[in-house]
């Protein structure tokens, strides 16, 4: 079954980091445009980033540029954000998905920036 | 980085359709054949139901249908029935980034 996984939320103090990850399976994700997409508590969806099947080409919202970096690891079927500086603002679930047109997202990742 | 603009809410009888849009600007709905629509239901994950403003993935009723009139994007759900319940959202691709609408609250009366 195609499927995404996202692993890496929790609970983090304001100025903290966090590691996202995203795993891949049952597709061939070496080929696979990708995306993170959030949904703050009650809200809608915010696109974040997107990353190319090379990673040539890179893009981020306006929110988390300079502060959030998209990476992947063809080897081993893994997406991955970096979140720094977080603020209380990206609380939110984030969510993997996948392709240009985003046919396939995983069941997401809570994050909560609190003190 | 602005949010498409959909309506809060719409709402239909079981078997009446309903219609749902979605307005951007020139920048990226009126610009691009890159519209999707999303279903979600409640604590689930966004499900694509539409995407490149008319195609259906496979598995997507046939009930479901995009369209677009330059810079407005439309959802057009027909033969409502109660699983349609849920929200909708629309986004488009503009240029280096994706923008998001704000989601409509589909009622199945």
């Known amino acids: 079954e195609v499927q995404l996984v996202e692993s890496g939320g929790g609970l983090v103090k304001p100025g903290g980091s966090l590691r996202l990850s995203c795993a891949a399976s049952?597709?061939?994700?070496?080929?696979?445009?990708m995306n993170w997409v959030r949904q703050a508590p009650g809200k809608g969806l915010e696109w974040v980033s997107s990353i190319s099947s090379s990673s040539s080409y890179i893009y981020y919202a306006d929110s988390v540029k300079g502060r959030f970096t998209i990476s992947r690891d063809n080897a081993k079927n893994s997406l991955y954000l970096q979140m720094n500086s977080l603020r209380a603002e990206d609380t939110a679930m984030y969510y993997c998905?996948?392709?240009?047109?985003?046919?396939?997202w995983g069941h997401g990742t809570m994050v909560t920036v609190s003190s | 980085q602005s949010a498409l603009t959909q309506p809060p809410s719409a709402s239909g009888s079981p078997g009446q359709s309903v219609t749902i849009s979605c307005t951007g600007t020139s920048n990226d709905v009126g610009n691009y054949n890159y519209v999707s629509w999303f279903q979600q239901h409640p604590g689930k994950a966004p499900k694509l139901m539409i995407y490149?403003?008319?195609e259906r993935p496979s598995g997507v009723p046939d009930r479901f249908s995009g369209s677009k009139s330059g810079n407005t994007a439309s959802l057009t759900v027909s033969g409502l029935q109660a699983d349609d319940e849920a929200d909708y959202y629309c986004s488009s691709y503009a240029g280096s980034n994706v923008v998001f609408g704000g989601g409509t609250k589909l009622t199945v009366l």
């Open positions: 490149e403003v008319t």
């Open positions: 998905a996948r392709s240009y047109s985003a046919d396939i």
């Open positions: 049952a597709f061939t994700f070496s080929t696979s445009y």
